[in-house]
């Protein structure tokens, strides 16, 4: 069985209201009476949280000057929201900036030169974005169907700015030579497998100016696009990846601006989770979001980008698949793999391993699961170490790197196995998508 | 043809004021539309019965198969309108019969929707399609009024108290384990992470507070039947259940299972309870009719009748404690665990990857549930060993449909329970796709991990330097 807070009423706590009907000292004469106070807590070794958090600002304290229950995973979220999540947007938005930038160059010289740094930006910007995938909290995450329930205030950005692995190489070179993308407005409403990054990597990446569909389809039939010529297939190429930049920039802008305090303030949101000024009904409803955006970690990064490609599962029955390869043009998919696992590593830890901030370890620790926090910690190290170390990966070479890639999987495991099963059970966290019903 | 043998026939026989009766019946068949009408607007009938590409069947029912949208949404639209029939008394039998036909088609048609309130309300419609409880306040009556009654035999009432209370013993039993009443396993889990709760919030990430609701829990689920029977308690102990099922609501998503456990213990009241009550409220309701006593004839048809209740009460009693058979820890190994009221008893999260080998392959292939189920049926399913194995099999039936003959399907199947470090549940040796389903004993479930549950402390997290 597994229980849930009942969200719809909780809007109505506010901190200050059991600060005053249960005090520090009522609840130290309990404890007291009880004999089963602080004096058993494990304490956290997190000593510092980041700038600019408001974390702590009227949050009761017990005798130590630690945050205790719904007000300790506030901590922890407001760390993780303003310490890691908003700068990881702010980066992207910047990057995506820089990506625009460098497309626009590309598109009005078309210089190997240009081409060359809108390929770097898109580096960059896409390398960035890896780690925010890990991240799909709030506006970035899934805003839900009549057979999926969405995410707290989820609004389908990531699938505007990275919709993998839906990229379609037919349509997109279809939307190539029907030129929809000039209309840049027009073409925001286009279905996501011919936009976002994605789209734009085989745009920018592409070897040369064949095209993805088959002798049947229309573009080819017609001679449509044979009459384009290389480099007319290269120029619009130029142009289409202009118009996905300024459609990325915009979400990514979208996506700060949710993030910012001056805007939603989906940082202090988190930090506020459960106090009425947040989407968040309770402390442990927005613990549970940062959990789900974490199981990216198992679905797509573990059985997709690992197994799939290196036909570990059953989604591939050659040798290896290199078409199920995430960045199959630009080979960058053990970059994205490893950018991924330290987004993963940073929201468990609360930082870099190096530097010290609250995050789910600590949590872990201070309810008396240290051993679960110190193997979950090991075992994410461990595989974004294998991450790090796995060759450059393009389809040709993939074939030779399959051990590395069977190693990667089982350390992926490893951190999956602890992560369902001790680190949800410890801190009651649903599993993604098995909330949303009863339960007895 | 002979006279009453018993005393107790008699008394069971005699009749009482059909009014609680009648109006046990309007809500039932109101919580029964209400439920089918939840199950439309959000959306659960799509993502419970249309999403998932597999189901997993109950052992003996693999015959059942889902209607194809949207019929499937207009079972539920039937469902709905028979509870709102029932509730009038409108076609009774028909509407009893149609809520427990589709009540129970919904519920066979995948075991990882399976709960204990939804299996009470197949038992209680089942029941109702023999009882006779439309004759009194209902449209049946007002068509027919040769049907309408305003008495009712009292065993009618007797039936449906042994019901709610076997519920309430065995979910009493349940947590009658060293987890739940020395460790306060799972509630600390769960209340724990409940700290924003208005009021009570901050009190209940203490392991005393923990130790106090597991055992009070324990000792209402045990002992709520007895106080309800009792006239003279029985104000008291429904209070004490309306708090009871209010706390549970509040701080736990059990849906429609507190309402309609509420709903239930009013068989435990008077006859004439609603009379009562109409009066309390300003209401002008008729005197209640005298009780009369029971002439029953203990006749061949009544002997048979009698049988068969009698034969009804051994099974409700004998099927939750098919769990003691399988001997070890049912929570682990969950044999016996459907149907044996184990309410609200764990906390149990697990981790599941096939391990598949098939002729001509150079590698085992690692298969997560996902690729067959919906996230929730994978959920459901991971520790559930019945469903894992179901699913083996069903992954094994997938590659022979390929072509490959000879098919092996082992599991990596690890669970956490009540907060224990993970432990292996199934033995990753066993090749699944050779184990037959079966009722009995199953020896590849390998044992519950020893020691204790955790014991949590508070989360604290320091202070800003």
Redesign the interface.
Known sequence: MKLRIIPAWRALVRRPVHSLVAPRWALAVVAGLSGASGGCVVVSTTRSAPPGSDVDAGAPLDAGGRAVGADATRRVLGALGSGVILPAVRDFDAAAAALTSAVEAHAASRSDADLRAAQDAWVVAMERWQGLEMMQIGPAAMAGTAAAPGAVGGRDLRDQIDAWPLVNRCRIDQETVSRDFEDEDAFAAETVNVRGLGAMEYLLFAPNASNGCGASAEINASGAWAALGEDGVRTQRARYALTLARLVQRSAVTLRTAWEPSGEDWAGQLARAGEGASAFSSAQEALNAVSDAMFYLDTEVKDMKVAGPAALGDACAASSCPDLLESRWAGRSREHIAANLVAFERLFLGDAPERDAPGFDDLLVSVGAPDTASRMAEAIAAARRAAEALPRIDGSSLETHLAAFAALYDLLRTVSELMKTEVVTVLDLDLPESAATDND | MREEPFSWWAHAHARTDAAALAAFRILFGLLVATSALRFLA???V???F??PRFFFPYWGFGWVAPLPAPWIHGAFVVLALSGIALALGLFYRAAAFTTFVVFTYVELLDVTNY???YYLVTLLSLLMCFLPLGRAYSLDARRTPALAVTTLPRWVSWLLRFQVGVVYVFAALAKATEDWLVHAQPMQ??L?????????????????IAHAMGWAGFLYDLTIPLWLSWRRTRPFAYGVLLLFHLGT?????????PAIMTTAALVFFSPSWPRRLGRALGLRPAAAPPDEPGHARWTSARRASAMALAAWCVVQVLVPLRAHAYGGNVLWHEQGMRWSWR?????????V?YR?RADGW?HE????P??YL???QA??M?TQPDLILALARHIADV?RARGFAHVEVRV?A???L??R??ARLIDPDVDLASVAPSLAPASWILPAPEGPP????????????
Request: proline fraction near 5%; charge should be positive.
């Open positions: 959000f959306g659960w799509d993502r419970f249309v999403a709960l204990n309130h889990i769960w724990a992470s409940r700290t924003d709760t208005p009021i009570i919030g901050p009190l209940l990430d203490r392991l005393e609501q509040m701080l736990f998503e059990i849906g429609m299972f309410v609200m008893c764990r906390e149990k999260n697990g981790s990857v598949v150079a292939r690692f298969v997560p996902t690729r919906t996230d929730h959920r459901e991971s590659q990596d690890f669970a956490s009540n907060g470090p993970m955790i014991r949590l402390t508070r989360r604290t997290i320091a202070a800003v330097d």
